[in-house]
């Protein structure tokens, strides 16, 4: 059976007591177990012959069946999630049955920052740490299974993914790549059924370009190969593609090696200019 927290359960526990012929056995003592959990049994209508707490916090209600050999309770759930074993016996019997009851959690009320907040980054790259959230009800549980979204308006991403669900602890939690823009950047995270939102902010410094380390000049020979490989350092190791702009005829380019072998018509002097850009 399941129910809502701080909400009655809708459905009865109920049990119909029967002798060894099939026949309904009324007026006969029942005792409901409710074991190590949040909630109160609700009386409506039933005869209650005794009620106790014992040292171990089971909760122990007596009852009588009624004129059908039938036993019901209701109970009133608590405030704290999680499953209720509830027994039912006959008294001074080994006829028993057992239940579980599950108590979800109510509706959204908080959402809370674990970690990720605070951060500076370079601009159009990963932040170190993930951006943490929880996911509470009013009553302080934590909620799994909701709907997330994470939002940014700089432009950046998130790694699995925009859309989250929480784990079986409340939790979400993405990697935030930033935008490529430098200044301060913002993250909003909101859930489902919840106005409040949570914002995470993080500094964005300048992306670095990458430097090329050449000589200004390279003097070569006419008929004979020339094989250069060009040295390229960015300051954040990203990943970088060389270009190459005004390409000497039959020149070629591959990664970061240019090669070139000029016949000897191709005397004079060439403004060959290398472009690195990162990624």
Same mark, same amino acid.
């Given at each position: ?64 069946? *009624?004129?059908? =050999?039938? #036993?019901?309770?209701?109970?009133? +759930? /608590?405030?704290? &999630? $999680?499953?209720?074993?509830? %027994? @039912? ?77 929480? *784990?079986?602890? =409340?939790? #979400?939690?993405?990697?935030?790549? +930033? /935008?490529?823009? &430098? $200044?301060?950047?913002?993250? %909003? @995270? ?90």
């Amino acid at each position: 059976k399941t129910g809502v927290v701080a909400d009655t359960l809708a459905d009865r526990i109920q049990v119909r007591v029967l002798d060894d012929m099939g026949k309904d056995l009324a007026d006969t003592a029942v005792e409901f177990i409710v074991k190590e959990g949040d909630a109160e049994f609700l009386i409506d209508g039933v005869e209650v012959v005794n009620y106790q707490v014992l040292d171990n916090l089971d909760k122990v209600l007596e009852i009588l069946a *009624d004129q059908n =050999g039938e #036993a019901k309770i209701r109970l009133l +759930l /608590g405030t704290h &999630s $999680g499953i209720i074993p509830v %027994t @039912v016996r006959v008294k001074n019997t080994a006829l028993q049955l057992d239940y579980l009851v599950e108590l979800l959690p109510g509706a959204p009320a908080r959402l809370e920052k674990i970690r990720g907040d605070q951060q500076t980054g370079v601009a159009g790259h990963r932040l170190n740490q993930p951006l943490q959230v929880r996911l509470f009800d009013q009553y302080g549980n934590v909620m799994a299974g909701h709907a997330l979204q994470f939002s940014t308006s700089g432009g950046g991403n998130f790694t699995p993914s925009s859309h989250m669900i929480t *784990d079986s602890l =409340g939790n #979400a939690q993405v990697l935030w790549q +930033l /935008g490529r823009d &430098s $200044g301060l950047q913002q993250t %909003t @995270v909101s859930a489902v059924d919840l106005k409040q939102a949570a914002l995470f902010v993080a500094q964005a410094t300048p992306n670095s370009s990458p430097a090329l380390q050449l000589q200004d000049r390279y003097v070569i020979q006419e008929g004979r190969p020339f094989m250069l490989t060009i040295p390229v350092q960015d300051a954040e190791m990203d990943s970088i593609v060389l270009t190459v702009a005004n390409p000497p005829a039959g020149s070629t380019l591959q990664g970061v090696t240019f090669s070139w072998t000029p016949d000897f018509s191709q005397a004079g002097l060439y403004p060959v200019q290398f472009i690195a850009t990162d990624h």
